[in-house]
């Protein structure tokens, strides 16, 4: 279980996150959702320990790991896809998932992570994860390294982003089957009512605070009815 | 000229030519200053100059996939070595020319290995060129490194040379030259990693004389502790023709990397293009990789192994 205790991050004399609680229960599915710049970025990366938060508590089945680094994280299983996947120089598609393993696999082996998110393995293994891939390839690229850890608590940023429609189909999908597959929570940043469907519980997170926080059927119907949150719902769907 | 290969020559030519034993195909290994043992086959002839050291290698016109290995092993101290080799490569013949240098130097003086290589490629020819080098040994002695690289490109003719120097070379200067004529194509692709005090400085200076002709010549180049390397590029275009010069580094530690680019155009229909581009491993990537379990130093090594992979 991940507990969040009053987070606060504040920078250049902004209050990017305010006193931010909330706890994601062993196997639970929870999308963060809320308009543009209103922190849920850095609220994700507070918790993989890529930025640190001024005050309040990052706690993983009990233990305080506020002060661990990201590697310790990620060994205690804590997994992140960023929003903006980092390209590299030489290193391959097929390098990132076997370090992603952390151990080397064999090719086949490898391939059903990038079919999953609907890459064909052969175009794609031995590609370097650079700026020859267009901006939906690397995401992803992104998804498959970070579904193959199957860490406890696995954070996707923004997943939809830059995805057609139908890959999205099949990267809902990828999502269930995580659930299903594994035994760990997974936390969501989404604006697409479509992961919001199949979201355990939603959190809605604007100006650093959170707005909504319940089951999906508390907040959803209050989302859709709402039109100024349903406003950015539908804005957000492309961008 | 016949002998069995110890462990260390046995190693060293593993590093430098990805072979342990001797290979089929045309070769000549070279020896602390002379030749070990040499094969020829129906269209490779290896000769031995007569005038000054080395040997001249001569591909029959229209050979095709034969692979030729040329490599040098140094394993004293004190020893000079210059040796010069011609490629004469015939008309339509396409081959794999694999050289390399690899000194073990475990005494307290230095080693030397000057290798003069020239190219002449007829019309139509294609080689592919690797040569790499490699330095080891617990002594105090230098290893040293200055290979000369002469090309020269007859029309329709192209050359892809790869080189690898990676660790173990105290002072290199490797300089390159290409002379291209019609339709022809150079690419170079050059990959150095210094560490330690250690001293690397390329070269390159391409004329683009044939209508068409072309040159991508990329440098990927990693210096770390008190290293220094230098890397200096000239492409001139006389004709309609296309030069494209990439250098990017990843300085460490206390490192210093310095680009001199220059490009020539003397025709209107030049076109040339020269990128460079120096600094730190990026901060993202670092982070990235330790987000999959890796500790800094882990992330620091995967980055440097793919980028001069
Ligand atoms: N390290 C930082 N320094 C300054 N401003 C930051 C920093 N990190 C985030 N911000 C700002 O905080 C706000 C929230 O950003 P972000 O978490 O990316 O929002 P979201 O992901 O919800 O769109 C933005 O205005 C962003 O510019
Ligand atoms: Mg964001």
Redesign the pocket.
């Known amino acids: 279980m991940l507990e969040l205790k009053n987070i606060c ?1 504040n ?2 004399g ?1 209050q ?1 996150l305010d006193n931010i609680s909330f706890a994601i229960d062993d196997n639970k599915f929870i999308v963060i959702t ?12 507070i918790i993989m320990g890529i ?1 640190k938060p001024d005050s309040g508590l990052v706690l993983l089945n009990g233990e305080d790991i506020t002060n661990l680094s990201i590697t310790e994280r990620a060994n205690k299983g804590i997994g992140f896809a960023f ?1 903006q996947p980092v390209k590299f120089k030489g290193i391959t598609v097929y390098d990132l998932i076997n370090l992603s393993l952390g151990k080397k696999v064999k090719f086949s082996e490898a391939c059903k992570y990038l079919s999953a998110v609907g890459l064909c393995p052969r175009d794609y293994m031995k590609r370097e994860v650079n700026a020859s891939l267009s901006g939906g390839e690397l995401k992803r690229i992104e998804i498959a390294t970070v579904v193959a850890r199957k860490s406890g608590l696995t954070i996707f ?2 997943p939809e982003a830059g995805i057609d429609l139908w890959s999205f189909s099949n990267l809902i999908d990828v999502f269930s089957d995580m659930k299903d597959e594994i035994s760990g929570s997974i936390m969501i ?1 989404s604006h697409q009512e479509r992961i919001l469907n199949i979201a355990d519980n939603i959190i809605l ?1 604007s100006n ?1 605070k959170i707005k909504e926080s319940g089951t999906r059927d508390e907040v959803l119907p209050k989302l859709l009815n709402n039109t100024k949150t349903c406003k950015f719902l539908k804005e957000d769907i492309n961008g | 000229m016949d002998k069995k290969l110890n462990n260390i020559e046995k190693f060293i030519l593993k590093k430098i030519s990805d072979i342990d034993d001797f290979p089929s195909g045309a070769f000549n290994i070279r020896e602390n200053g002379s030749g070990i043992k040499r094969h020829t086959t129906e269209n490779v002839n290896i000769v031995s100059k007569t005038d000054k050291q080395g040997i001249d290698i001569i591909v029959k016109e229209g050979t095709k996939n034969e692979t030729i290995h040329i490599p040098v092993i140094l394993t004293k101290g004190g020893l000079t070595d210059i040796v010069y080799n011609d490629f004469y490569i015939g008309k339509n013949a396409e081959v794999t020319i694999i050289a390399g240098c690899g000194i073990h130097n475990d005494s307290c003086e230095t080693s030397e290995h000057d290798g003069i290589h020239r190219f002449f490629l007829e019309e139509g020819a294609k080689v592919k060129y690797i040569e790499k080098h490699y330095g080891q040994g617990e002594g105090t002695g230098k290893r040293i490194l200055n290979p000369q690289t002469i090309i020269d490109l007859k029309d329709g003719s192209s050359l892809e040379m790869e080189t690898v120097q990676i660790k173990g070379v105290d002072n290199s200067i490797r300089q390159t030259f290409g002379n291209l004529a019609k339709d022809t194509n150079l690419v170079i692709n050059e990959k150095i990693m210094t560490h330690g005090a250690q001293f690397a400085k390329t070269e390159f200076d391409v004329v683009l004389n044939g209508e068409n002709a072309s040159t991508h010549v990329t440098s990927r180049s990693v210096a770390k502790d008190a290293s220094k390397q230098e890397f200096i590029s000239k492409v001139s275009g006389n004709t309609k023709c296309y030069g494209h010069v990439e250098c990017d580094a990843i300085i460490m530690d206390n490192a210093t990397v310095k680009a001199i680019p220059e490009i020539l155009a003397n025709n209107i229909d030049a076109r040339l293009i020269h990128e460079a581009a120096i600094g730190k491993i990026a901060g993202e990537q670092m982070v990235k990789l330790m987000t999959l379990g890796l500790s800094e130093k882990e992330a620091e090594n995967e980055i440097i192994n793919g980028f001069l992979k």
Not at chain 1, 37 to 45: D, E, F, I, N, R
């Open positions: 991050f920078r250049d902004k990017i809320g308009p543009n710049g209103g922190g849920k970025s850095t609220l994700a990366k930025e929003q940023d923004e940043i997170i650093g």
